[in-house]
């Protein structure tokens, strides 16, 4: 693609240098560099791209796109030829419109589905995704799990990948037949404009709840990220396919996620003026079945999914489906055939008495409703004087807001804690976990239910002993990591899986007792 034609897209961008030359590809990473490249600096999270400008010319870019605030110095003391040297006001934002138009602006062949929200974005994607496949649409799918790109799984590098990823995997989607593509759309992602150029048709809010405050500046300034995909909601969208949002009408902020749309919209949740809720809830370890009362009429859902808030990500796949016309009994058969997730409210099942269950609830709402859901199984277990065995922890260099919170929450609604480690990064694990404990012992001062907590900061010796300390009816809950298969520690990644080292806990329990 000529350069001038690439570039057309931008606003009023300044050039110094010819546009009558050819790009045969983008980078916003130094690293990936070569002849033929057109070099996009942005600021990025660790480190600004425009610090390596002149090892991106050295490689051999063709032209190199910058934000008119940054002073091109040492740009002429190289020796070879000047790359075309592009000025603009945001070069993310541009990043994002010259992504889409050198790949053909994908977005405008698919169903783009977004779903944002603190909490419950995988499981409902998961959901999106089965139901339209059970009415025979071939569906991408981009999350925190994994991107799935026609028959192929990627692993994933962000919740939702930069612009010039997004906009290739969009590509490759088209390329492979999807007709649509589900997508969890983190507020990382709307902030930094990674989906600017995306032409969403429906969007789903599912809660906002405290997270990723060592990005956002506060809660306020979260939330407004979130609003950026209802706020454009089909704007500039060529594409004639329905215009919906799908809200959770049990949040607190509804009212302002309503307020931000201009396409039609329907509320799901528990709340009876909800557009799509539920009747005649039957919760068990087993899966979920309820009368789901929506705009199309009432009818019958059973699911494979566990616990009470996984009600809430059913509402809003069928509220998608049924923007999109599928009919319900193709809707019904989606969610029935739907399995478990991974990460989330996974049981782990090696012949023992009790459960186990991972799941990835690492904010203190997640946690909560992760707990609340177990309580609420625990009545109508076959040992409904069953106690809950909680390990989690929290992950360093992030929010350290919710760290009390968390703390404070799995007290309340445990029998046992154990505090672990998560994914401590560069911080001091025993640090972390001091933070977490005071949440805990405010609980246990204010009264609320705790019997008690140990601190084991090894996460295998933390697993191993909240297995080992589980009887008949007991729920051993280990929260915080879910589907990941890595630990961060230090500046090292280290293979850990949960599901993996509960189910070796269990084998020598097993062997132990057999012995």
């Known amino acids: 693609m000529k350069l001038g034609d690439l570039i057309s897209v931008l606003d009023h961008p300044k050039v110094q240098g010819s546009l009558d030359c050819e790009v045969t590809g983008l980078a916003c990473d130094s690293r990936a560099i070569g002849p033929g490249l057109l070099f996009v600096a942005i600021q990025g999270l660790q480190q600004d791209g425009h610090q390596f400008i002149g090892q991106a010319i050295a490689k051999g ?242 699911s494979e999914l566990v616990g009470s808030y996984n009600i809430s990500n059913i509402l809003a796949a069928i509220g998608v489906a049924l923007s999109q016309g599928i009919p319900i009994e193709l809707i019904q058969k989606g969610i029935h055939e739907t399995p478990q997730v991974p990460g989330r409210f996974e049981k782990i099942q090696e012949g023992q008495e009790f459960v186990v269950i991972v799941d990835y609830a690492h904010t203190d709402e997640a946690l909560r409703q992760l707990l609340l859901a177990v309580r609420e199984l625990v009545r109508v277990a076959a040992h409904p004087g069953g106690h809950i065995l909680t390990v989690f922890g929290c992950g360093g260099d992030r929010d350290r807001g919710k760290r009390p919170k968390m703390g404070q929450v799995a007290a309340q609604l445990s029998d046992f804690v154990i505090l672990t480690s998560d994914n401590p990064r560069t911080e001091d694990p025993i640090s972390i976990i001091r933070e977490i404990e005071t949440g805990i012992k405010q609980s246990v001062a204010s009264s609320l239910r705790s019997s008690g907590y140990l601190v084991i900061p090894d996460r295998t010796e933390a697993i191993e002993k909240a297995i080992g300390l589980g009887h008949p009816g007991d729920i051993v809950v280990i929260a915080g990591k879910g589907h990941e298969d890595y630990q961060i520690i230090g500046g090292r990644k280290l293979p850990f899986d949960d599901r993996e080292m509960a189910r070796k806990a269990l084998r020598g329990l097993k062997a132990k007792g057999e012995s």
């Open 61 to 302: 870019a063709t032209a190199v796109l910058v934000e008119d605030r940054w002073p091109l110095k040492g740009i002429d003391e190289i020796p070879q030829r000047q790359p075309c040297i592009i000025r603009v006001k945001d070069s993310r934002r541009a990043l994002s419109a010259l992504a889409s138009q050198f790949y053909g602006h994908p977005s405008h062949r698919l169903g783009m589905i977004g779903v944002t929200g603190t909490n419950g974005k995988t499981t409902s994607t998961y959901l999106i995704k089965r139901v339209l496949e059970a009415a025979g649409k071939k569906v991408g799918l981009l999350g925190t799990v994994g991107y799935h790109v026609g028959q192929e799984v990627l692993r994933a590098s962000h919740t939702t990948p930069e612009s010039l990823d997004l906009q290739r995997l969009l590509a490759q989607m088209v390329q492979a037949g999807m007709e649509y593509s589900v997508m969890e759309v983190s507020s990382h992602a709307l902030a930094l404009d990674r989906v600017a150029d995306c032409a969403f048709d429906v969007a789903v809010f599912t809660n906002l709840s405290q997270d990723h405050l060592d990005f956002h500046a506060d809660m306020e300034e979260y939330f407004r990220a979130k609003l950026k995909l209802f706020s454009t909601l089909g704007a500039g969208n060529p594409k004639s396919l329905p215009r919906m949002a799908v809200v959770n009408g049990d949040d607190p902020r509804v009212s302002e996620v309503i307020a931000s749309i201009r396409t039609p919209y329907w509320t799901y949740g528990f709340m009876k003026e909800a557009d799509l809720s539920a009747e005649n809830v039957h919760l068990d370890f087993e899966g979920t079945r309820f009368l789901a009362v929506t705009p199309e009429g009432k009818f019958e859902v059973q």
